[in-house]
């Protein structure tokens, strides 16, 4: 049986009493009895998330909108004609993903506009990881990086369609807590692109200057390391960071339920 939940309806101005989880009638997320709704603004992570993600996009998509190959940052691998009209498609899709994952990620949005969360979860599944993903399989199984990022990229892909599809299902069987994990775990991957560009800053640092010496003076191998450490690094610390996340909730879950079992009952 559906556990009760108070949450507060703002068309009615007051509480109601619906079922924790209720997706396609009533709010995706239930306010807790006694635990105070934390207002958008009041989410520390919310605008900053949005306005990295922005930045990220202003300064990555324009090279590829021209559709010109020469004006990109990634250098086509020999013999494959088509890998630059499938990497434009992969980072079009890419950003649709981003920023959608943006507004589903964002709890107030959820509570207030269910549908459109719906409607913005499918354009997020099926106008962008999943395209996104498979083109990512294909021309990261032939990276001009290495094979170090080669294997990362193809692993990361299909982690990221199969997170994205177990989300996806578990909302359609209403499985609305499993629902959240996986999501959860897809907008980590989504963002990871992010955290791969900053790992890949910080290892040219450290890594460039080390060329003549760690490298022999081969540029290429500089190149594949850089890139290698960073797409590794770049998802596999997002992924731990979502898992820590999820366990510290079910952490927290786990004390109230244990608080509110030991608590002393009052006798009639
Ligand atoms: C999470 C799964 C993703 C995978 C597996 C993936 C895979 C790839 C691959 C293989 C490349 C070519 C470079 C290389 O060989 O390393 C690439 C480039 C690129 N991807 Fe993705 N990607 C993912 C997500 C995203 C997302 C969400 C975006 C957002 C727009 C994005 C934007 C880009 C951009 C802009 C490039 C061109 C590189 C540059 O200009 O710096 N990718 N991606």
Same mark, same amino acid.
């Given at each position: 049986?559906a556990?009760?939940t108070?949450?507060?309806?703002?068309?009615k101005?007051g509480?109601?009493?619906?079922?924790?989880?209720?997706?396609?009638?009533?709010?995706?997320? @239930?306010?807790r009895?006694g635990?105070?709704?934390?207002?958008?603004?009041?989410r520390?992570?919310? /605008?900053?998330?949005?306005?990295?993600?922005f930045?990220?996009l202003?300064?990555? *998509?324009?090279p590829?909108l +021209?559709?010109?190959?020469?004006?990109? $940052?990634?250098p086509?691998?020999?013999?494959?004609?088509a890998?630059?009209?499938l990497?434009?498609a992969?980072? *079009?899709f890419?950003? #649709?993903?981003?920023?959608?994952?943006?507004?589903q990620?964002?709890p !107030?949005?959820?509570? $207030?506009?269910p549908?459109?969360?719906?409607l913005a979860g499918? #354009?997020?599944?099926?106008g962008? #990881?999943?395209p996104?993903g /498979? &083109?990512?399989?294909?021309?990261?199984?032939? +990276?001009?990086f290495g094979?170090?990022?080669?294997v +990362?990229?193809?692993?990361l @892909?299909?982690?990221?369609l199969?997170?994205?599809?177990a989300?996806?299902?578990?909302a359609?069987?209403r499985r609305?807590?499993?629902?959240r994990?996986w999501?959860?775990r897809s907008?980590? *991957?989504?963002? +990871?692109?992010?955290?791969?560009?900053?790992w890949?800053?910080?290892?040219?640092?450290?890594?460039?200057?080390q060329?003549?010496?760690a490298?022999?003076?081969?540029?290429?191998?500089?190149?594949? /390391?850089i890139?290698g450490?960073?797409? !590794?690094?770049?998802?596999t610390?997002?992924?731990? &960071? @979502?898992?820590?996340?999820?366990?510290?909730?079910?952490?927290?879950? $786990? $004390?109230?339920?244990?608080a509110v079992?030991?608590?002393?009952?009052?006798?009639?």
């Open positions: 049986m556990e009760q108070s949450t507060v309806d703002p068309a101005g509480p109601s009493r619906i079922p924790s989880g209720t997706g396609r009638t009533g709010r995706m997320e @239930a306010v009895p635990v105070p709704r934390v207002r958008w603004w009041r520390p992570w919310v /605008a900053p998330l949005a306005v990295v993600a930045a990220f202003a300064f990555s *998509l324009p590829y +021209s559709l010109d190959p020469s004006l990109s $940052r990634v086509p691998p020999e013999g494959f004609a890998y630059h009209p990497l434009v992969h980072i *079009l890419g950003a #649709v993903a981003m920023i959608t994952c943006c507004l990620i964002w !107030w949005f959820r509570q $207030r506009h549908a459109v969360h719906r499918r #354009v997020y599944v099926l962008g #990881v999943l996104a /498979a &083109l990512g399989l294909v021309i990261g199984a032939f +990276s001009p094979p170090m990022a080669r +990362s990229n193809v692993i @892909a299909a982690l990221w199969a997170f994205t599809v989300g996806f299902r578990t359609r069987q609305f807590t499993d629902h994990r999501m959860i907008f980590a *991957l989504t963002m +990871s692109i992010i955290t791969n560009r900053i890949g800053a910080i290892a040219a640092i450290i890594l460039v200057p060329l003549d010496t490298f022999g003076g081969s540029e290429t191998a500089l190149v594949q /390391a890139a450490l960073a797409t !590794w690094l770049g998802w610390t997002s992924l731990l &960071l @979502a898992e820590w996340w999820l366990e510290r909730g079910d952490a927290a879950r $786990r $004390r109230r339920r244990t079992g030991t608590r002393p009952r009052l006798s009639a």
